[in-house]
């Protein structure tokens, strides 16, 4: 019985180990792709006033 305790516990202390690994992995990830989302939806919105200026002037 206490063979099988200690195999759980280790079992949890690589699970938990790996969940930490993937939780800042992903956080990065996330954080990766939402900047990226607000850079281009900032120049969406400003490149159509660019565009139509520039073309105003021409």
Same mark, same amino acid.
Request: no cysteine; charged share 10%.
């Given at each position: ?10 079992? +949890?202390?690589?699970?938990? +180990?790996?969940?930490?690994? +993937? ?36």
């Amino acid at each position: 019985m206490n063979n099988l305790a200690n195999k759980l516990r280790l079992a +949890a202390v690589l699970l938990l +180990a790996f969940m930490i690994v +993937a939780v800042d992995f992903t956080n990065y990830l996330l954080s990766a792709v939402s900047d990226a989302l607000f850079v281009g939806a900032l120049i969406a919105v400003i490149w159509t006033p660019l565009t139509s200026r520039q073309k105003s002037q021409k």
